[in-house]
């Protein structure tokens, strides 16, 4: 396991001087944030944004993420050139010693919340999301005050958006991925890459929008695209926990056993209802999700890949990127770190 952090360049508020002062953790996870999607991302950038993070320490264990653009998404005719720029990029990154890459498939949005401080009586603030509160989000200012973290679009480059997605099906979704990966996932297996598809987040419909990475069926079929270690998972269990339903701990024991799994995302949720959760400290008795049975099951199947602590709370007045912040992750990054040693000294 290689414990990582995520990193949001030379601006993120968290430095890697600060990282690199959590114990256990040897790298970080990070892109090229001032690239459009369908851009071409250059050797030199590239080497530049690895080299930063080796001068301070650490090692660069993934990317995270290379966007996948909305003509491929969409299925039009200009797919094709932006696959064609998505597999130059995959080819400059694995020159630079890259092999584990994230990417997801949700249409127009990222990971998504309709409160990025919510309040908790510990006096902390933390991500959640309310379904009954989505309607109530104003979009036709665009994306840019929208909270999460997806690509910005003004007012007229949204309505575009939603109008082309108008009447594409879960199921065209999934032939427009499937064309993708039919035509990325031979390079990346060439290359010696793994590419891990991050789940929908929140795992369900928004907006009118299809999602169809949100159980494990889906997560089933992905991989049963293309029968290759470079078709993988980012298996993210705040995303995936969202849903009752989806039982964490055998999800990973499933694909963690089969190699499938090859970047980790580990964050725990508490249910607040039906959509509803918020964002919870790390621990497994802070939420819904036991984070114990997870890390004890990726340490006996053997995983070897990026894991990283996901979202964090705001503690102890701390102020920056809602989610990203130092301390909590810090933290969460320490009860992940001492569970692994625990149940690898257990093992051995």
Not at 109 to 136: C, E, I, M, Q, V
């Amino acid at each position: 396991m290689q414990l990582s952090l995520r990193w949001y360049g030379p601006d993120d508020p968290v430095s890697l001087k600060d990282i690199r002062q959590i114990p256990g953790v040897v790298g970080v996870v990070s892109a090229l944030h001032e690239m459009a999607p369908g851009e071409v991302w250059s050797p030199e950038s590239i080497d530049a944004m690895a080299d930063q993070i080796k001068e301070n320490g650490l090692m660069l264990t993934a990317v995270e993420s290379l966007p996948v653009h909305e003509d491929i998404k969409l299925g039009n005719p200009s797919r094709d050139h932006y696959i064609d720029n998505y597999i130059i990029s995959l080819k400059n990154l694995a020159a630079s010693g890259v092999t584990t890459i994230c990417y997801n498939f949700m249409p127009v949005f990222d990971w998504t919340r309709t409160d990025l401080a919510r309040p908790l009586p510990d006096g902390t603030t933390s991500l959640s999301y309310n379904h009954a509160d989505l309607a109530r989000i104003d979009l036709s200012h665009g994306t840019r005050d929208l909270p999460g973290w997806s690509t910005a679009f003004d007012a007229p480059q949204l309505q575009k958006l939603l109008r082309a997605y108008d009447g594409v099906s879960k199921e065209m979704l999934w032939d427009h991925l499937t064309y993708f990966l039919h035509r990325v996932i031979p390079v990346a297996e060439d290359l010696g890459l793994r590419l891990g598809i991050h789940p929908d987040d929140p795992p369900w419909p928004i907006f009118g929008l299809p999602r169809i990475i949100v159980n494990g069926d889906a997560l089933r079929r992905l991989i049963g695209i293309e029968d290759s270690p470079a078709n993988g998972l980012s298996l993210c269990t705040g995303s995936l926990g969202a849903l009752p339903s989806n039982d964490l701990p055998a999800l990973v024991d499933e694909f963690s056993s089969m190699g499938r799994i090859v970047f980790m995302h580990v964050r725990n949720v508490h249910i607040d209802g039906e959509k509803s959760f918020h964002e919870t400290a790390h621990p497994s008795a802070s939420g819904h999700i036991d984070i114990y049975a997870i890390i004890e099951t990726l340490v006996k199947n053997g995983f070897n890949g990026p894991l990283r602590p996901d979202h964090g709370r705001m503690i102890w007045r701390e102020t920056g990127n809602p989610g990203y912040g130092l301390f909590d992750r810090a933290l969460g990054a320490a009860y992940l770190n001492g569970l692994w040693e625990a149940f690898s000294s257990a093992g051995g």
